[in-house]
């Protein structure tokens, strides 16, 4: 296949959430802030996206770990057809941009994120093992859970 026929893997690939009866459909979402910047762990900003996230009229999120320059987050439609995921985080990201004190000047999020359907309850467990982690390996605590930057809005059921 020449190279101008393949996919942009700069841009990441957002397929819907498929309905499969009655099981369980949990995305893991990655999120970046503009330019890498270092501005997400600051309790303002966790507070202030906590908030955003409590509304669970279209996306539960489960749990949660905010990095410096990135979260991670794991979430669920609250019906099906479920909204387009990238409608849902196009709007948290704009009300947090709006609403939070301490942003800093020029655009805080990277336009696109990237995004993936756990296929399993399992996959859910293994996943959150990796993500809270993250701090204990970039150095900021040495037990993940003294990291103050994490947590569960809601829990999310896995049903097979």
């Known amino acids: 296949m020449p190279p101008e026929d393949l996919p942009d893997r700069r841009r990441p690939i957002h397929l819907p959430n498929l309905e499969k009866g009655n099981r369980s459909t949990i995305q893991f979402v990655t999120v970046c802030t ?19 996230w409590q509304d669970r009229s279209v996306f539960r ?75 204990v390996r970039a150095g900021l605590v040495d037990h993940s859970e003294d990291w103050p930057f994490q947590g569960e809005i809601h829990q999310l059921p896995w049903r097979d």
């Open 34 to 52: 503009k330019d890498r910047q270092s501005i997400l762990t600051e309790t303002s900003a966790h507070h202030a996206l906590r908030n955003l």
């Open 61 to 135: 999120v489960g749990r949660y770990v905010l990095m410096p320059d990135h979260i991670h987050l794991f979430c669920q439609p609250t019906r099906f057809p479920a909204e387009p995921l990238s409608k849902w985080i196009r709007f948290w990201k704009s009300r947090f941009s709006a609403t939070w004190k301490n942003r800093p000047q020029g655009p805080i999020w990277q336009r696109d994120f990237w995004d993936r359907e756990l296929r399993s309850g399992e996959s859910y467990t293994a996943k959150w093992k990796y993500v809270v982690e993250n701090p």
